[in-house]
DNA sequence: CAGCAGATTGACT
DNA sequence: GTCAATCTGCTGC
């Protein structure tokens, strides 16, 4: 019942990390609201050689800085303008592999996140929904993950390995080979309820 | 500097 | 199924 600790990013590898990290309790305390909920789906970016990643041949801009922090950043960009989208940083500084969180299951602070989204029925299940019904914004672009604002705790929930699927990540086309990479994992709906 | 595509979503035909 | 919303970064004039 501890957040993952800093050690526990840096010493892993996005697909190790974006496996593990389903069944995690991903946690905002933003403004004295507390929202949380369960992962459900990830994809891994494994760094400078994978061509999906912004990271893709050391490529290093504004926008995509944190992902050469060390392990335990948040990594949040606009995507098409709009949507934020949540990544967690993992490894060594200079070693830009990061985990993109792209569902959850909602267990805390449900009012507090229909709020957010301007809805009366909850939807977290997509990486630009997630973020906005957790609070979580640009502003969060390099937040530690063992901060005060965001954090990852193991509640036990860890998913059993039979319960896991594996296929390439969404909206990746243009990756070439990598596309078809097998970096998205998520708990199997039938075991969601 | 213009044009275009992108780790998406929701409204509308 | 189609398409607009609208910021970032890359390509080419």
């Known amino acids: 019942m501890k957040p993952l600790s800093e050690s526990y990013y840096q ?3 996005a697909v190790q990390v974006a496996r593990e990290l389903l069944g995690k309790s991903l946690e905002t305390s933003i403004n004295g609201i507390r929202t949380s909920g369960l992962i459900t789906e ?4 494994t760094g400078i050689g994978d061509r999906a990643s912004h990271a893709y041949g050391g490529r290093r801009t ?3 800085e944190m992902m050469y922090a060390k392990g335990g950043t948040s990594y949040v960009y606009l995507c098409y303008g709009i949507h934020h989208l949540f990544n967690v940083v993992v490894s060594r500084i200079n070693d830009p592999q990061a985990v993109l969180i792209r569902s959850i ?3 805390e602070g449900l009012p507090a996140m229909l709020a957010r989204r301007n809805a009366t029925t909850l939807t977290t299940n997509g990486p630009g929904t997630l973020s906005q019904a957790l609070g979580i914004r640009i502003i969060h672009n390099g937040s530690s ?3 005060p604002n965001i954090c990852i705790i193991d509640r036990g929930m860890t998913a059993p390995e039979q319960h896991i699927i594996t296929g390439p990540r ?9 596309a078809l990479l097998p970096y998205r994992y998520r708990i199997a709906p ?4």
Not at 170 to 178: E, L, Q, R, S
Not at 190 to 193: E, F, K, N, V
């Open 62 to 64: 504004a926008r995509n």
């Open 170 to 178: 969404i909206g990746v086309g243009y990756a070439g080979a990598d």
């Open 42 to 45: 990830t994809e891994a970016y």
């Open 105 to 107: 299951h909602p267990k």
């Open 145 to 147: 993950l063992v901060g």
């Open 190 to 193: 039938s075991h969601l309820r």
């Open 11 to 13: 010493e892993r590898s």
